[in-house]
């Protein structure tokens, strides 16, 4: 490693000579004769002395390379350094920039005029350095012109109009980042290429460094060799001998004292590495006696890793012998000593050499340098924590300032400029009183004398003067600074400007005033608790309502105008919302300061600190008596409503119900005039939609409509659906054309309510068209869902109209003729079917007497079971009738003889009737039918008891009843299951559906396992539904 630190071991120094001693040298030799032989040996001395004068010349030749590659390495660091500061100065401004963008505060023009202008002396200081370097001032040329753009760029705007985040146009922003980038780019290259530089001079130093190390050594070496050249010349023919003994005698001799009194480690090796001596320092540092050390290895008593990487390190002695030079290491070492020891050491070593010039061994020198590293390290540390400290008081966003017990500023960080506008070398050196007005000149005294007794002053809060004479209010900390024997040398002070908190203290009072104003004038009763409900506040309008005081309410005393029959629900259900955090609400009655009790809607809401934790509750209490009174009577007046129209439809189905049957016995006959049974059939279908659709608007407004979801096969119900509404498209003399995929279409979906979304657009495309129209329905499947579209040719919608089509009762034409009739309530039964299904309707058109498309879309299906699917499409009756015995109960006379001369018609049945509850019960057990259709609004007794009736006699028990009835409600149905009825027809029933009734009794029949011609009881039934 290299010993830079502490001055270099000289080798030859330690070592009196590097010559090998040889004590039968002289005595072989023969003596030449003094006078040839001195001439010789002052020949040889001259010649020596003419080298050493060479060598010291070449050595302040040497030395002076020396100096002039150091002023170089010095003059690239002092490149780099104007290049690190440029760099620097471009972060500040742009960190200044970004400031100015997230706070809007500060004057950014000025800080990044400051800024810039340092730049420029950077770059001035740049350019200097780097005259001789053409590459550098080319690149040094456009660094300026692209710093002078960047400033250009980075120029804030200050109206005041303007929105924080809009200060700077986003072209200035694109333009700021592109320069910003290339000047980065070039001051990289600019320090790339000045590092080289830096390598290549560092290279050359070292080897003058080198040059002059052996210059001076040989120089010295040749010195020493000519005195003692000169001297042995002068005496070798007198004491050849003796001199020559007593000289190898003596040179051994101070070899060994040399090494056992010099201060460092030493040990010697011979040519091979094998240690052949050491001092007691090499002793003590190894763990190796001398004893054991002799004849071992080099490496193996002087073992050294590196200490960093921990890898062995070469020993220095080996390399000497091997370089033949003086070797320093270049790292830092660690000795491994005997005991495994770990000490840090410097080391070098160098070859010693024969008087021939041969290596005979070297000279290993090493000292424990542990306490000296530790020392680097602490000081490095020392400067390192000190580095820090002051680049945080730098960075600090409070002023931070230092000063003498006589009040004179020592120094003044960034934040200090920034507050009170004075920089450093303008502040630094003056009196304290420079930013203390004068009306506080005695306030300061006051905190010069505190610290001088060494006392502490925190958060003081006083006024101080900037440099342009504003008065602004600050936040003192002042602290005594104490030197190691606890004297006062000065103190440090910490201001924060607290003007805006100031101002904000004020806005907060004349908040909270506001506040309370309005707290107490707003029609609520409001109030506030703390994080665990107690509360502890209320406005004026509570104290006014309640008649109560603070005392009385405070905690949980609120619970004394609560209604005891709500009380105890209101305390569990707010106290679950005060334990979560979440919002409450509740509404219930409070006792006014007359007795009276009023209901309130009452909500809390949680206010939460910056942490997320709850801090206080806000809440408020609304008088809803009238509202909740409006809503009793809208909700009473909403089910009165419902009440007629079920009523309104029972009504209107029973005088419709004769009709049907009628209608049914006509077409049942040989002669009949079909075109105009079709057109009576048609208005009575038109009828029963009307009344379905009206009852079907009101059940989806409540809620009431529940879907019997299946998977099914939308084709065959899009063609039985298209196959129903045929007769009225054709009887307008209108076409229908109809495309569906060869293949089926599986949705889930309610059978009935998808076949009357169908239904209802076809007969609202054929109304709105005129006769001739073309009216399309078309079946569509996409990877997902299912679209059926129906369009027309008709009068089309206006564009007006569009949003509102499928509101309740919205009708396209407005006009007093009402020429294609309806309540307009369809398409609003449409929209609220296809969204229950989980699916969409939308409506098109161009504009009036454009025509327009309905399109609907719903979500496909797996299929359960193609079979099972197709048989929930279609019922298809497979039992051969046998004559039954039907129960027909009516108190309309013409409809029920109606509908027995029907049901005659349909098979060879015996069909009887009766008109009110108790004869038909009486008519039953008589009888004892297998199956009976029952009307519910019967006088004496009601369908339902007197379904309950027959169930509850066991000679009849097991008849097959249907609710034949003018209710349709989802309630009645229930009713109708509640009382024993095996199925619930609503009125007018149509053919199929009592051909269907008559399969299904047939059914019922046989799965009691008793013919048509038995007579029912309980023994035969078991297990039927409703019994």
Request: hydrophobic letters at 40%; charged letters at 25%; aromatic letters at 6%.
């Amino acid at each position: 490693m290299s010993l830079t630190s502490q001055p270099r071991y000289d080798t030859h120094a330690a070592l009196p000579t590097q010559t090998a001693p040889s004590t039968s040298a002289g005595a072989d030799r023969t003596v030449a004769p003094p006078t040839a032989g001195g001439e010789r040996w002052f020949l040889v001395a001259a010649a020596l002395i003419c080298l050493l004068v060479a060598g010291i010349a070449l050595t302040l030749d040497n030395i002076r390379r020396l100096n002039d590659d150091a002023d170089w390495v010095a003059h690239s660091h002092e490149v780099m350094d104007a290049v690190a500061g440029l760099r620097t100065r471009l972060y500040e401004a742009e960190a200044r920039q970004r400031t100015f963008l997230l706070t809007g505060a500060g004057d950014i023009d000025s800080d990044l005029i400051g800024v810039f202008n340092a730049a420029r002396n950077e770059i001035q200081r740049f350019k200097s350095l780097t005259v001789d370097n053409a590459s550098q001032q080319d690149r040094v040329a456009a660094i300026s012109d692209d710093v002078e753009a960047l400033q250009a760029a980075l120029r804030v705007s200050r109206d005041e109009g303007r929105d924080l985040g809009g200060l700077v146009p986003e072209a200035d922003l694109a333009d700021a980042n592109r320069l910003a980038g290339a000047i980065a780019l070039r001051l990289r290259e600019a320090d790339t290429e000045e590092r080289l530089i830096l390598q290549s001079r560092i290279r050359a130093r070292r080897g003058s460094f080198r040059n002059a190390l052996v210059v001076g050594l040989s120089s010295g070496l040749l010195a020493v060799l000519g005195v003692m050249a000169f001297l042995w010349a002068i005496n070798r023919n007198l004491r050849m001998k003796t001199r020559a003994a007593a000289a190898v005698a003596q040179q051994r001799e101070l070899y060994r004292v040399t090494l056992a009194s010099i201060g460092d480690a030493t040990i010697t090796t011979d040519p091979d590495g094998i240690v052949t001596g050491m001092n007691a320092v090499a002793e003590k540092l190894t763990g190796w006696p001398v004893a054991d050390a002799l004849t071992r290895p080099l490496d193996e008593v002087f073992a050294i890793v590196d200490e960093t990487t921990r890898e062995p390190i070469v020993s220095p002695a080996r390399r000497a012998i091997e370089e033949s030079r003086v070797v320093d290491l270049e790292v830092n070492a660690v000795l491994i000593a005997r005991d495994g020891t770990e000490i840090a050491i410097d080391d070098s070593a160098a070859p010693i050499r024969s008087t021939s010039g041969e290596i005979e061994g070297s000279v290993l020198v090493f000292r424990d340098v542990r306490e000296r590293r530790q020392a680097e390290i602490e000081t490095g540390e020392n400067l390192a924590a000190a580095r820090v400290l002051a680049a945080i008081v730098e960075s600090s966003n409070t002023a931070i300032i230092s000063k003498s017990l006589d009040g004179v500023i020592r120094s003044w960080n960034s934040a200090a400029e920034r507050l009170f506008g004075y920089p450093p070398e303008e502040a630094i050196g003056q009196p304290i009183y420079l930013i203390v007005p004068p009306d506080k000149f005695s306030e300061e005294a006051h905190i010069l004398a505190c610290l001088r007794a060494g006392e502490r002053l925190e958060y003081l809060e006083t006024e101080r003067m900037t440099k342009d004479g504003e008065r602004i209010q600050v936040s003192l900390t002042v602290s005594p600074v104490f030197d190691d024997h606890g004297r006062v040398i000065g103190a440090s002070k910490i201001a924060r400007d607290i003007t805006e908190e100031k101002r904000s203290e004020l806005a907060l009072l004349e908040s909270e005033d506001r506040f309370r104003t309005l707290a107490d004038n707003m029609s609520q009763l409001a109030w506030m608790a703390d994080p665990k409900g107690s509360l502890f506040w209320y406005n004026k309008r509570w104290y006014d309502y309640t008649g109560t005081t603070l005392e009385e309410m405070q905690g949980w005393g609120w619970r004394a105008v609560q209604h005891p029959d709500h009380v105890d629900r209101v305390v569990e259900k707010v106290q679950r919302h005060w334990d979560t955090g979440e919002v409450w609400e509740d509404t219930f009655p409070l006792k006014s300061k007359d007795g009276e009790y009023r209901w309130f809607l009452s909500r809390a809401l949680p206010i939460r600190n910056e942490a997320g934790q709850i801090v206080r509750w806000l809440g408020t209490n609304t008088d809803i008596t009238e509202q909740r009174t409006a809503e009793l009577a809208l909700k009473e007046a909403d089910e009165r409503k419902n009440e007629f129209l079920a009523m309104l439809a029972h009504e209107l189905r029973n005088p419709l119900a004769p009709i049907c049957y009628g209608l049914d016995l006509i077409a049942r006959e040989q002669a009949y005039d079909a075109e105009q049974l079709d057109v009576v059939r048609h208005q009575v279908d038109q009828m029963v939609r009307l009344i379905d659709d009206l009852l079907d608007v009101s059940r989806i407004m409540r809620g009431k409509i529940e879907l019997r979801r299946s998977v099914l096969d939308l084709t065959a119900l899009v063609e039985r659906t298209a196959a129903g509404v045929e007769g009225v498209v054709r009887q307008r003399d209108q076409g229908l054309r109809v495309s569906v995929p060869e293949g089926p279409v599986w949705v889930n979906a309610d059978t009935v309510r998808l076949s009357q979304v169908i239904g209802n657009l076809l007969n609202n495309a054929s109304k709105y068209s005129n006769s001739g129209a073309q009216i399309d329905l078309r079946l569509e499947a996409t990877p997902d869902k299912a679209v059926v579209s129906v369009t027309d040719n008709g009068i089309g919608i206006d564009a007006n109209l569009l949003p509102q089509v499928f509101d309740l009762f919205t009708q396209a034409d407005h006009s007093i003729d009402r020429s294609q009739g309806g309540l307009g309530i369809g398409l609003t039964v449409v929209k609220q079917l296809v969204e229950l299904h989980r699916g969409t309707v939308s409506v098109h058109s161009a504009g009036t007497g454009l025509g327009s498309t309905f399109t609907v879309e719903m979500p496909l299906s797996e299929p359960k079971g193609e079979e099972a699917a197709e048989a929930a499409a279609e019922r298809v009756p497979t039992l051969s009738l046998s004559p039954l015995r039907v129960l027909v109960v009516d108190d309309n006379v013409g409809a029920t003889w109606m509908l027995t001369k029907l049901m005659e018609k349909l098979g060879d049945h015996e069909i009887r009737s009766a008109h009110d509850g108790p004869s038909a019960l009486e008519r039953a057990i008589e009888w004892r039918p297998h199956a009976a259709l029952l009307d519910i609004g019967l006088p004496g007794m009601d369908g339902f008891e007197l379904a309950a009736a027959i169930r509850a006699d066991d000679r009849v028990a097991s008849a097959y009843l249907v609710a034949l009835t003018g209710y349709g409600q989802e309630d009645d149905r229930i009713r109708s299951q509640q009382a024993g009825f095996d199925r619930h027809l609503v009125k007018p029933a149509s053919a199929d559906d009592l051909e269907q009734f008559l399969h299904d009794a047939a059914a019922h029949l046989e799965a009691l396992g008793a013919p048509a011609d038995a007579t029912p009881g309980s023994d035969s039934r078991e297990g039927v539904a409703g019994g």
